[in-house]
């Protein structure tokens, strides 16, 4: 049993690396700027973490299943749905001072989650407030500017200035 429970966490921890390689590697594929060469073998390095992936979900699944209350198993679909590093929680399975945890509780985290977006947008609603004052002035600048500049323009360049009155 104890060998059982060291092998378990051996094969917990491999899947939790080898997942968070994954999603790591994922958000480089997001990246803007990635050169075709960087592209190429970023899909190289996932295809074969997905066997590695693959393998390592078996070793979890039959180590998960001999444990006393066994640990429900992992399936590659679920590891596949995750695409942010706050979803993944196979840690939440591994024992029971982490399970009592706040944080570890899904709904927790998804509230705390909800609550900094909720923040981050009153944010932004400020900053645009901010943003549309200043357009508005720039707006009214131009339309006194405008002219004023086609006038000067009557001056120094007449077919410039019919055509900007255009």
Not at 52 to 78: F, H
Not at 128 to 150: F, S
């Amino acid at each position: 049993s104890r060998i059982t429970n060291h092998l378990y966490h051996k094969a917990v921890d491999n899947v939790e690396w080898l997942v968070v390689m994954r999603l790591l590697e994922l958000t480089k594929l997001q990246m803007s700027g990635l050169g075709y060469k960087l592209h190429t073998q970023i899909s190289t390095a996932l295809k074969s973490r997905a066997t590695a992936i693959r393998n390592a979900l078996t070793r979890y699944n039959k180590y998960a299943s001999q444990l006393n209350p066994p640990r429900p198993p992992l399936q590659w679909e679920q590891i596949v749905d995750y695409s942010f590093l706050a979803e993944f929680d196979l840690l939440h399975e591994t024992g029971t001072e982490i399970q009592t945890k706040r944080w570890a509780n899904p709904s927790y985290r998804h509230a705390s989650t909800q609550h900094l977006v909720h923040q981050r947008a009153k944010e932004e609603i400020h900053r645009l407030n901010v943003e549309v004052g200043r357009l508005c002035t720039k707006i009214q600048d131009n339309a006194l500017d405008y002219p004023r500049a086609i006038v000067q323009l009557e001056l120094d360049n007449p077919p410039l200035a019919a055509h900007l009155q255009r």
